[in-house]
């Protein structure tokens, strides 16, 4: 008779936890292109937001997780997610941005950097935009080709000036903010109709 082996308990990974990750998920898996060349910052954070979002790991660069300290049972896992996201990060920027930020230790304090560095309202960035807006006509371009490059400079335009939005402890009933809203897209209306 053979000898008596112990059964073989498989455990399953739990696929909700922000530590999971899956045995393809490399280095090289996520790449957010246009790579972040500095003025494209906020179209290159919002890309990078959703991929992370999709993998769970916005968490590890919005703070929701603390860095662990090294007893703690949890440490191995996300030491593990960080060098995915710092991988990840690096292969999303330019190399001259690489450069800069390959020797940090921690993911989050990549992000936190290149936040500091790039999202500042840039004045001249939004001059840059109501001119260019002004002054795009549709010449020989397709339609849809003409409104793309349209609504892609008026979302750029209303991610450097959002819609301020109602702080007051109790909700505000009025129309000023919808009136507000409103008159911002007629306002893109009368631009892209008045080539």
Same mark, same amino acid.
């Given at each position: 008779?053979?000898? &008596?082996?112990a059964?073989?308990?498989? =455990? &399953?990974?739990?696929?909700? *936890?922000?530590? #999971?990750?899956?045995? /393809?998920?490399?280095?090289?898996?996520?790449?957010?292109?246009?790579l972040?060349?500095?003025?494209? #910052? $906020?179209?290159?954070?919002h890309?990078?937001? &959703?991929?992370?979002?999709? +993998?769970? +790991?916005?968490?590890?660069?919005?703070?929701s997780i603390?860095?662990?300290?090294?007893?703690?049972?949890? *440490?191995?896992?996300?030491?593990r997610?960080?060098?995915?996201?710092?991988?990840?990060?690096?292969?999303?920027?330019?190399? !001259?941005?690489? =450069?800069?930020?390959?020797?940090?230790? %921690?993911?989050?304090?990549?992000?936190?950097?290149? =936040?500091? /560095?790039?999202s +500042?309202v840039? &004045?001249?960035?939004?001059? #840059?935009?109501?001119?260019?807006?002004n002054? $795009?006509? !549709?010449?020989? +371009?397709?339609?849809l080709? #003409? %409104?793309?490059?349209?609504? *892609?400079?008026?979302?750029?335009?209303?991610?450097? /000036?959002p819609?301020?939005?109602?702080?007051?402890?109790?909700?505000? /009933?009025?129309? *000023?903010?919808?009136?507000?809203?409103?008159?911002?897209?007629?306002? =893109?209306?009368?631009?892209?109709?008045?080539?």
């Amino acid at each position: 008779m053979p000898p &008596r082996q112990a059964p073989i308990i498989v =455990q &399953r990974a739990n696929t909700d *936890s922000v530590f #999971y990750v899956h045995p /393809r998920e490399g280095p090289n898996l996520v790449t957010i292109t246009p790579l972040l060349t500095g003025s494209n #910052y $906020l179209a290159w954070s919002h890309l990078m937001k &959703r991929a992370l979002g999709a +993998k769970k +790991k916005l968490a590890f660069v919005d703070g929701s997780i603390p860095i662990p300290a090294s007893n703690d049972l949890n *440490s191995g896992a996300w030491e593990r997610c960080n060098h995915l996201i710092h991988s990840w990060i690096l292969n999303s920027v330019s190399p !001259q941005i690489a =450069q800069t930020i390959v020797f940090h230790e %921690f993911a989050i304090d990549i992000w936190i950097e290149l =936040q500091e /560095r790039f999202s +500042k309202v840039d &004045r001249v960035r939004i001059a #840059y935009l109501h001119s260019t807006i002004n002054n $795009l006509n !549709q010449g020989t +371009k397709f339609f849809l080709d #003409y %409104f793309t490059e349209m609504k *892609s400079l008026w979302e750029e335009l209303n991610s450097h /000036r959002p819609m301020p939005v109602c702080t007051c402890p109790m909700p505000c /009933r009025c129309e *000023s903010m919808r009136a507000a809203t409103e008159f911002r897209m007629e306002d =893109q209306v009368f631009n892209f109709l008045l080539d």
